[in-house]
């Protein structure tokens, strides 16, 4: 398969990376595929459709994981399919990737598995562009050893991801001194603000989160300087199966996004 490009960085758009945390069906997919497309289209940035097959790290065995890998991965193409939108989900095992990157543009290696040297070369082996989430344990300058096992297959479209950082029990904190620090590695970075407002395990057998300070924390993000920003965004948040308290509403996200970009027209980089 050949390499792609990572359309983001010095003399390109911001990229839009947005979708529900977890796939929940076909209809509702589609459905915010479409209506996050149409939000993007009539603003300056680049887009990519997230949402995940599988959340295999949830907190309880009893908490909803998605439809799987082989039914996750069909509804995907679909919407692809349907509406033309670039797409990307995260993998759990190296032999995943092969199959994941037969449909997504981008493949996501998660925060808890972004010193796993299989994984990393494994989404480097298949050329697509790979984004790894900075684990919540690691320093950013630490970092540079992701881009170095994903270079080392040849494949140099890579991106990072800040996602906040362990501040005691369940709570995550930002330094924004990481994305400048990853930067410096000549690799795009992406700022993911909701999940850098989650409370791991902060309800027990769930996760929490603190959805009021997205907004605050993309626009620093921004501000600072960052080549993408990951969202995840739904219709009902509060009914969602998992992750709900750090989701947006899809409603209220044009107006988010167009402060944001607000800012962040002052600040990019020239071509």
Known sequence: MPSQ???????????????????????????????????????????????????????????????????????????????????????????????????????????????????????????????????????????????EKVRSTGNEQVMLTERGSSFGYNNLVVDFRSLARMRGFGVPVCFDATHSVQLPG????????????????ARAAVAVGTDALFFEVHDDPDQAPCDGPNMLHLDEFPGILDRILAIDRLVRDPA
């Open 5 to 147: 490009q990572i359309q983001a960085g010095k003399g390109h758009p911001l990229l839009l990376i947005a979708g529900p945390d977890v796939i929940e069906g076909e209809d509702h997919l589609l459905k915010m595929a479409e209506s996050l497309l149409e939000i993007a289209a009539t603003r300056p940035i680049s887009f990519i459709f997230k949402a995940s097959f599988d959340k295999a790290n949830r907190t309880s065995v009893t908490s909803f994981r998605g439809p799987g890998m082989e039914e996750g991965l069909e509804l995907l193409a679909r919407v692809k399919e349907k509406t033309g939108v670039r797409v990307t989900t995260d993998f759990h095992t190296p032999d995943q990737a092969g199959p994941v990157a037969e449909v997504a543009d981008l493949l996501q290696v998660p925060a808890f598995l972004c010193r796993q040297t299989d994984m990393l070369v494994a989404a480097g082996n298949t050329g697509r562009p790979v984004n790894v989430k900075k684990g919540q344990f690691l320093a950013p300058l630490d970092a540079i050893h992701i881009v």
């Open 202 to 217: 902060g309800q027990g057998a769930v996760s929490g989160g603190e959805r009021e300070f997205v907004e605050q924390l």
